[in-house]
């Protein structure tokens, strides 16, 4: 039955495809809920608890669940406890950036199994989908998992993202665009692809400092300005899943060249090419500054964490252009706030860790900029994610799709029997549960129900 078949329904008798699909639904509630008793399950799939445990032990047998020992009485014997192997099933999840890409490997209890491996690649570089692959592959030879647990591959890339075709249309050649069919042909695997900023946005969410939250803005501090919405319990991505542009939002009718071809956008204002901007001019103006006396004739060498490096050392000139930053980019944010009124605002990405140096001058953005009863319900805080937020979103989103509950015709491109959801059973829209935590973010979240529809 697993992994391939998780990815599509084969030929069955109706009988036997009943059987599957509840097979399929334990698989998923053991996903969300970490674990559970066989009442639990009955009750939850309406079936009785004679047809839960046969089912169970049938899972139990093909090495996908296992005894979790007894749960807490409510009355009589306490009940058997079951949960998801962790050696079962494996997904290969890659979060892309602007200008590098990050590889892991996760199990079926949302914890990175194997070593974060980088590659030198981005989304126009016409060698992508093989580069990935020889990656993915070094990744699954050294962590020792046979290849047929790989259950499936999840990528998140900057871009224009249609997550339910799976095409990228910012990459520049149009033959390269349609990047989950590319991608399903190397690998021979279920593929996911979606915008950067909405996977990480879903981490956050599920695992940091968004969780729980019914209106939540995750934007990723880098490069570019990445923003993934959470808006009344759900995963937002608009119409056609371009939701989220904040990074070109226009501010300055005179500014700077943008990389969309427009001026003045916020990300020529307050991304980290804004700061070494910012920084570089001041070197060559012979600003008294660390920056000055260490990168004067070699500016192309400072990188913005050497910026945030030297504010933390007392340097005001460092530190003043990370206030000026932060002033434009509070001034971004205040319009989402003025329209959208989040609960939370979680500032991830790089530029992030300058920590007090961007979060005062942003708070006294948005004073100056925002209703005072609109901007006294919203916390702006920074992820302790240490920006793994995308890979987990990526990783916990695929194994949604994996278990989930639907039945269409494979999209050119795929292995056969394998396909996605239609469009009214997007990410977006499926039916989900809070997901079972990896032990290395418990700590840093309070576990409680919500009900995000994915």
């Given at each position: 039955m697993?992994?391939?078949?998780l990815?599509g329904?084969?030929?069955?008798t109706v009988?036997?495809?009943?059987?599957?699909?509840?097979?399929?639904k334990?698989?998923?509630?053991l996903?969300?809920?970490?674990?559970c008793?066989?009442?639990e399950l009955?009750?939850?799939?309406?079936?009785?608890?004679?047809?839960?445990l046969i089912?169970v032990?049938?899972?139990i047998?093909?090495?996908?669940v296992?005894?979790r020992?007894?749960?807490?009485?409510?009355?009589?014997?306490?009940?058997?406890?079951y949960?998801?192997s962790?050696?079962s099933?494996?997904v290969?999840a890659?979060?892309?950036g602007?200008?590098?890409?990050?590889m892991?490997l996760?199990?079926?209890?949302?914890q990175?199994?194997?070593?974060l491996?980088?590659?030198?690649?981005?989304i126009?570089?016409p060698?992508l989908?093989e580069?990935?692959?020889?990656a993915?592959?070094?990744?699954?030879a050294e962590?020792?998992?046979?290849?047929?647990?790989?259950?499936?591959?999840?990528?998140?890339m900057p871009?224009?993202?249609?997550a339910?075709q799976?095409?990228?249309?910012?990459?520049?050649d149009?033959?390269?665009?349609p990047v989950?069919?590319?991608?399903?042909?190397?690998?021979?695997k279920l593929?996911?692809?979606?915008?950067?900023?909405?996977?990480?946005a879903f981490?956050?969410?599920?695992?940091?400092?968004?969780?729980?939250?019914?209106?939540?803005?995750?934007?990723?501090?880098s490069?570019?300005?990445?923003?993934?919405?959470?808006?009344n319990?759900r995963?937002?991505?608009g119409t056609?899943?371009?939701?989220?542009?904040?990074?070109?939002?226009?501010?300055?009718d005179?500014?700077e060249l943008?990389?969309?071809?427009?001026?003045?956008?916020l990300?020529t204002?307050?991304?980290s090419n804004?700061?070494?901007r910012?920084?570089?001019?001041?070197?060559?103006?012979?600003r008294?500054?660390?920056l000055?006396?260490?990168f004067?004739?070699?500016?192309?060498e400072?990188t913005v964490?050497q910026?945030?490096a030297?504010?933390?050392?007392?340097?005001e000139?460092s530190i003043?252009v990370l206030?000026?930053t932060?002033?434009?980019?509070g001034k971004?944010?205040?319009?989402?706030i003025?329209?959208l009124?989040?609960?939370v605002?979680v500032?991830g990405?790089?530029?992030?860790?300058?920590?007090?140096?961007?979060?005062?001058p942003i708070?006294?953005?948005?004073?100056r900029?925002c209703l005072?009863h609109?901007?006294?319900?919203?916390t702006?805080?920074?992820?302790?994610?240490?920006?793994?937020?995308?890979?987990?979103?990526?990783?916990?989103?695929l194994?949604?799709?994996?278990?989930?509950?639907?039945q269409?015709?494979?999209?050119?491109?795929?292995?056969?029997?394998?396909s996605l959801?239609p469009?009214?059973e997007t990410?977006y829209?499926?039916?989900g549960a809070p997901?079972a935590?990896?032990e290395?973010?418990?700590?840093?979240?309070?576990y409680?129900?919500?009900?995000?529809?994915?």
């Open positions: 697993i992994p391939a078949a990815a329904e084969p030929k069955m009988n036997e495809l009943k059987k599957y699909r509840l097979k399929k334990i698989l998923r509630l996903y969300e809920e970490g674990s008793s066989g009442p009955g009750k939850q799939l309406g079936i009785s608890l004679p047809t839960a089912l032990n049938d899972l047998g093909e090495k996908l296992v005894p020992g007894a749960g807490v009485s409510t009355g009589g014997r306490k009940p058997s406890m949960g998801l962790g050696d099933l494996y290969i890659c979060d892309m602007r200008y590098s890409a990050k892991a996760f199990n079926v209890h949302n990175r199994v194997s070593a491996r980088s590659v030198d690649t981005h126009d570089d060698e989908v580069k990935l692959y020889r993915a592959e070094a990744l699954v962590t020792g998992i046979p290849a047929e647990k790989i259950a499936g591959v999840g990528v998140d871009g224009l993202v249609d339910h799976g095409i990228n249309f910012t990459i520049k149009q033959a390269r665009q989950r069919d590319l991608l399903g042909r190397r690998f021979q593929v996911y692809v979606d915008n950067d900023a909405r996977m990480q981490g956050e969410y599920t695992f940091g400092k968004a969780r729980g939250c019914r209106n939540a803005l995750i934007v990723n501090w490069w570019g300005l990445g923003l993934g919405m959470i808006l319990g995963l937002y991505g056609t899943g371009f939701a989220g542009e904040l990074s070109h939002i226009r501010m300055a005179d500014g943008c990389i969309c071809g427009k001026r003045g956008c990300e204002l307050a991304s804004a700061i070494l910012l920084a570089r001019k001041g070197i060559a103006e012979g008294i500054s660390q000055t006396r260490q004067a004739g070699r500016p192309g400072l964490e910026v945030i030297a504010a933390r050392l007392g340097d000139f003043s206030s000026e932060g002033l434009a980019f971004g944010l205040s319009y989402l003025q329209l009124n989040p609960e605002i500032l990405g790089p530029v992030s860790k300058a920590n007090q140096f961007v979060l005062t708070q006294q953005a948005l004073n900029y005072e609109i901007l006294g319900n919203t702006v805080v920074t992820s302790d994610m240490d920006e793994d937020s995308g890979l987990l979103g990526t990783a916990s989103m194994y949604q799709f994996l278990f989930c509950d639907f269409t015709a494979a999209p050119q491109g795929l292995p056969e029997g394998m959801p469009p009214s990410p829209n499926l039916p997901l935590v990896p290395e973010h418990k700590e840093a979240i309070s409680m129900n919500t009900d995000i529809q994915l």
